[in-house]
């Protein structure tokens, strides 16, 4: 089919694969019929890809992760294999609107956040790159929850994207396995016998990962859990209707839904079963895998590098120990070692309540013959040191991060910042034990997605001032530093943003009924919402500026739009008053007459990643706000610098490289260091210091407390005032006057629109290093030792 113009073949699978006609179709049979035309075309090099990788033996990644936040595919594909134009024609061609074609495609959300995106941003690059790689996940019916807002409070509705016919997947028939939870260990023939109770069948569904160029695919191999056995036709017969069906959905229920939450560990039940489903699932793949490929056990290490994404699969040491030494009968010490060789984890959070840790009783009786392993590992590891300080379980738990350090044979950190920090604290005492285990790989994003198709003007930009290299090759964004004194260029660059704000605003007009200025700052801040992230010192900071416009209407402000957006976890009651905190302050501010030509608050519904592609290009001000030490590394704070628009932010995770980087002169920097927040913590009544120190800060909070933004329910935010003024432990106060006066100079900086633009064009010229690319080739060269199958950079 791939013989045939775009717009024969779009036709042909109107009429033979959906049984359409161009007469009747509705936008979503064009969507798909686009989308199988486009799927064609990359079928082959997929299958080519892994032909070649056959052919020399080559060793696989396999990126084994909870979540993978892929977005749309649709124009992604469309990007890669350049048929941008062609699709363009052919759309149009047949009276259709290009552009609402690809937004009726909706958003793969099997994932919370950063964590979830990276894995997305991870597997274009191992594709880009050409280097032969499985991700393995999960295929959740429902991704994150939609949210929506009533009377200001955050609504979560279920999510339903596979509702729709999923033209990315390939059901694979023949890949299915048999996994089991609970029953007992037994002895038979001298050696240990786990007896599972319960079973499911996991069965795997693939979507091909296309690089740049079309040149490489890679598979995101998702596993969907069904029963053994489908429908119970006796229990039927004797007329138990309900019953008959209910093996099927407790089957189910293992990939019904992903966990909303990215804050607190719950140890979960259910979770846990999803853990050991997905992982022993891929384990069990890639062992059969490479059998049929041949070779000694022993060598698996030299076939199969296996990443951890975060502990949520760390059970992998346990069961591939238990595939080795129990079911291939490999002596204990190898099978551990062999195990390592094979596996490297990334530790994404030094949040103690984000630590996984399991009840050795739910492991017990969930995976027992895991447990025993657990057991055997520990005592292994703990006769290799001499002073026996660490162990693997403790307090009836089993904690999951020092059992994936503890059989991998490379641990990495997420920012230079956050790896040092783990080597400090969390990790302290097992760094000690093995110096050269822990590593470092900063972060990074795909430039396909984040620049090149979410930001058209801004690429084409750049594209006909340095060539179009920079796609795969983002360091040769420096070879913009010559265009950032010439006046031609900064007038394009500048008007590119502002096209792009022009977009936006429209935009958010048509959808949110909300009217902005296009020359206005676009001041953004778009993540999960938490209390580390710290929203609310950006609303905080908003509120006074507001109390100050109105004291001197007549003054020479900034106008400025602040947009947020993100979800909060359901069960996490202080981010949620949050949300409705700047809903609620939106709804004051925006209606003031006196003040609204200077200041907006918005608040949009259900971020996603397309909502980021929306908003990103058409940003000035990145918030990369956190409490200095808490965030790992950020990966949005690299899509704002992509796109020109400089950070306020704080030392903390990659905005310390990114300054590093776009130079101290394009960042407006805020706020305690990693170290003055330990110390800050210590000072008595540092956030009642630090408001008696500050009018516009003390103002703020009394506006809130008097009732401003609570409509008729006046005590509404007691708690958030109760807890800024109290405990503040993520010191909003203590840096409230560090981050207004950063906000004045981002102010003044603005105010002179050649200073700004040279400063966002400065910040694309120099963010070339936080490509995604770099990123996998550092985990190559440092944690995976695979090279390219086929180089990215070739032909
Ligand atoms: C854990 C247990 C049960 C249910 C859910 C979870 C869970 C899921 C996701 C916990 C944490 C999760 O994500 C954490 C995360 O997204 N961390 C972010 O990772 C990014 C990529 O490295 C970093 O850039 C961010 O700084 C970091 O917060």
Not at 102 to 118: K, M, S, V
Not at 429 to 454: F, M, Q, Y
Not at 535 to 545: D, K, R
Request: glycine share 6%; charged share 25%; hydrophobic share 40%.
């Amino acid at each position: 089919m791939t013989d045939v113009d775009l717009r024969t073949s779009i036709l042909r699978h109107l009429t033979y694969s959906l049984g359409s006609d161009a007469d009747h179709a509705t936008q979503h049979d064009w969507r798909i019929a686009l989308s199988l035309a486009v799927r064609d075309r990359l079928i082959e090099n997929w299958h080519a890809a892994s032909r070649a990788t056959r052919a020399v033996g080559a060793k696989r990644v396999y990126y084994l992760s909870m979540e993978f936040l892929i977005g749309r595919l649709l124009e992604d594909a469309i990007v890669n294999l350049r048929l941008e134009d062609e699709a363009q024609q052919a759309l149009t061609g047949l009276g259709l609107d290009p552009v609402a074609v690809i937004q009726d495609e909706p958003d793969a959300a099997l994932g919370n956040g950063g964590l979830g995106r990276l894995a997305a941003c991870f597997m274009e690059s191992l594709s880009t790159l050409g280097v032969p790689a499985f991700g393995y996940g999960i295929r959740y019916e429902h991704g994150l929850f939609r949210q929506s807002f009533e009377e200001g409070r955050q609504i979560e509705t279920a999510e339903d994207w596979l509702t729709q016919y999923h033209a990315w997947e390939f059901e694979r028939r023949d890949v299915r396995f048999k996994m089991c939870f609970g029953g007992e260990v037994v002895e038979e023939g001298g050696k240990p016998v786990w007896h599972g109770q319960e079973a499911v069948m996991a069965q795997a569904y693939d979507t091909p990962v296309i690089g740049w160029r079309g040149r490489w695919a890679n598979t995101l191999r998702l596993w969907s859990a069904q029963p053994l056995h489908g429908f119970d036709l006796d229990r039927f017969n004797r007329g138990e209707y309900a019953a008959a069906a209910e093996p099927e959905a407790l089957a189910r229920t293992i990939s019904r839904v992903l966990y909303p939450d990215d804050t607190t560990e719950q140890g979960k039940e259910l979770r846990l079963k999803q853990e050991y489903f997905f992982t022993a699932a891929s384990l069990r793949d890639i062992l059969r895998r490479f059998e049929a490929e041949g070779g000694a056990l022993t060598d698996l290490p030299k076939r199969a590098a296996i990443q951890l994404n975060d502990t949520h699969p760390a059970i992998a040491g346990p069961e591939l120990v238990r595939l080795l030494h129990d079911e291939r009968e490999m002596p204990l010490d190898q099978a551990i070692a062999t195990a390592r060789g094979c596996l490297s984890y990334t530790n994404h959070t030094l949040m103690p309540e984000a630590l996984e840790r399991w009840s050795e009783d739910l492991m017990t009786s969930l995976l027992p013959r895991h447990m025993q392993l657990i057991e055997r590992i520990d005592a292994a590891h703990a006769a290799e040191q001499p002073s026996r300080s660490v162990s693997l379980t403790g307090d009836g738990e089993v904690r999951m991060g020092e059992l994936a350090f503890v059989m991998a044979h490379k641990v990495n950190g997420v920012s230079a910042l956050h790896t040092d920090l783990m080597k400090k604290t969390v990790f302290a005492e097992l760094h000690r034990l093995h110096p050269d285990r822990i590593v470092n790989e900063t972060n990074g994003v795909t430039p396909r997605r984040w620049l090149l198709s979410a930001n058209p003007r801004l690429s084409g930009l750049i594209t006909r001032t340095i060539g179009e290299g920079w796609v795969d090759d983002l360091e040769q964004l420096e070879r913009l530093e010559p265009s950032l004194t010439d006046p031609a260029f900064l007038d394009a660059y500048a008007a590119a943003k502002r096209a792009n704000k022009a977009d936006l605003a429209d935009w958010l007009a048509a959808e949110h009924g909300v009217q902005v200025d296009p020359d206005a700052m676009f001041d953004v801040q778009i993540k999960r919402i938490h209390e580390y992230k710290r929203q609310h010192l950006n609303i905080l900071e908003a509120i006074a500026l507001w109390r100050d416009i109105k004291a001197n209407p007549q003054g020479n402000w900034v106008p400025r739009v602040k947009i947020f957006a993100g979800k909060a976890a359901p069960g996490y009651f202080f981010a949620k008053e949050i949300i409705r905190l700047i809903n609620d302050v939106a709804a004051v501010i925006n209606s003031d007459p006196e003040t609204n030509r200077y200041l907006k608050v918005i608040f949009l519904p259900n971020y996603n990643v397309s909502l980021a592609e929306r908003l990103i290009p058409a940003s000035d001000l990145s918030e990369q706000i956190s409490t200095a030490g808490k965030e790992a590394s950020g990966t949005g704070n690299m899509k704002f610098a992509l796109n020109g628009a400089p950070t306020i932010g704080t030392l903390d995770g990659a905005n310390v490289e990114i300054r590093d980087r776009v130079g101290a002169r394009n960042f407006f920097l805020f706020g305690m260091t990693a170290d003055e927040v330990e110390a800050r913590r210590a000072v008595p009544e540092h956030a009642a210091q630090a408001i008696a120190a500050d009018p516009r800060l003390s103002g703020a909070l009394m506006e809130i407390s008097r009732g401003t933004f609570s409509r008729r329910d006046r005590h509404r935010y007691r708690g958030v005032v109760a807890n800024l003024s109290g405990a503040d432990y993520f010191l909003v106060c203590s840096d409230f006057t560090a981050y207004w006066d950063a906000q004045r100079r981002a102010d003044a900086a603005f105010a002179d629109a050649d200073a700004w633009r040279r400063m966002a064009a400065c910040n694309t010229a120099r963010s070339g290093w936080f490509s995604s690319d770099r990123t996998i080739r550092g985990y190559m060269a440092d944690i995976w030792d695979v090279v390219a199958v086929r180089s990215g950079l070739d032909e």
